[in-house]
């Protein structure tokens, strides 16, 4: 009965090695956030999706890019990690945007960068 | 901006014992607040928010949190810890009724059998 699922759950990479991480989801939400989670810190909002609508938080970076080509699947993409960008990334879904209706949320990738 | 401090980076409790997580928040206008648990290994998941009315929530497996205007405070209690409650847990706050979920940096909670 997994609901949001992230894929793999642990992923690791090189340096300047474009990586995707992937996040599908059961419960047919409009929306799907990306979340980045470093050692001993808050979860801190990337982007979302609200449909096909894609809103970037003005603080992310321009080398971490999201696509969602259908409702179910949405993808983290990183075109260029650095050491920097090693952290637990989550995925959510909720029904609508900015609003206080629940966020669910799938384990998480943790990505390593060498 | 919004911010959202969890005073406590890792408590350890004996089983039992009550739980008072602390958490203060930032912001000066209508607040909506959470708490967020993530047993290891697990997704997060929500224990229980605050919208409006009375400001005694509570939640599921027993939990509840008072909303304390005045002391911009969200903490959440238990009055008797089992072992299964070791777990993360964050604290969030979504400012106003469309803004972004604000996470604090989480509290671990160790209970001892």
């Known amino acids: 009965d997994a609901m949001v699922i992230q894929n793999p759950r642990y992923q690791v990479t090189q340096f300047g090695k474009p990586v995707t991480l992937s996040c599908s989801q059961t419960l047919n939400h409009n929306v799907m956030y990306w979340y980045q989670q470093k050692s001993s810190q808050a979860p801190k909002l990337l982007f979302h999706y609200y449909d096909k609508d894609f809103n970037n938080e003005a603080d992310t970076p321009d080398n971490f890019q999201s696509r969602r080509p259908n409702t179910s699947f949405c993808f983290l993409d990183i075109r260029s990690p650095g050491l920097g960008d090693a952290a637990m990334y989550l995925c959510?879904?909720?029904?609508?945007?900015?609003?206080?209706?629940?966020?669910?949320f799938g384990p998480g990738t943790r990505l390593t960068v060498l | 901006a919004q911010s959202v401090s969890q005073h406590n980076h890792h408590v350890i409790l004996s089983e039992a014992a009550s739980l008072e997580l602390g958490c203060n928040y930032s912001y000066g206008g209508t607040v909506n607040l959470f708490w967020y648990v993530q047993y290891p290994g697990q997704h997060l998941q929500l224990l229980l928010k605050y919208f409006s009315g009375d400001p005694l929530v509570k939640g599921i497996k027993g939990f509840e949190a008072e909303f304390i205007k005045s002391k911009f405070s969200f903490n959440l209690r238990k009055p008797s810890v089992q072992w299964s409650d070791t777990a993360e847990y964050f604290c969030a706050v979504m400012g106003g009724s469309q803004g972004n979920l604000i996470f604090g940096k989480g509290t671990k909670l160790s209970v001892k059998p």
């Open positions: 959510a879904t909720s029904s609508r945007p900015r609003s206080t209706d629940t966020q669910y």
